[in-house]
């Protein structure tokens, strides 16, 4: 399991543990062929799976520093340019954002976002 810590210091580890003495082992246990999908807690929830993808920005595209869209914007891409991605991400409201450094294995901060409504 990858460990993810948050701005307050909280880890999915935590969380897993907890949830482990209450679900059982057959309710927590994924098949083989799936992705891992790691959790984020804390004010900016969010869930990613592994993606390995590219996609293309239909219009000029803000890159944020989580995935929301009152998350501070560190650049834009603008239209028609191919984007790796690394992440699939789901925020608490449901919406898809796609994780565009590959951060999120090493727990810095530095991970950027943008919001599938921009990619085709």
């Known amino acids: 399991m990858k460990i993810i810590k948050t701005r307050s210091g909280v880890t999915a580890a935590l969380l897993a ?10 309710a927590v246990a994924a098949p083989a062929d799936t992705q891992a999908t790691s959790i984020v807690l804390g004010a900016t929830a969010y869930t990613c799976e592994s993606s390995g993808t590219a996609v293309r920005t239909k219009e000029p595209t803000p890159v944020h520093t989580g995935p929301y869209g009152d ?20 925020n608490k409201y449901g919406n898809i954002w796609y994780e565009i450094t590959g951060s999120i294995d090493n727990g810095t901060p530095n991970a950027r976002f943008i919001y599938s409504g921009y990619v085709k």
């Open 17 to 26: 543990a907890s949830v482990a003495l209450f679900v059982s082992p057959s």
């Open 71 to 90: 998350a501070p914007v560190t650049t834009t891409i603008h239209a028609d340019f191919i984007v790796h991605t690394y992440y699939r991400c789901i």
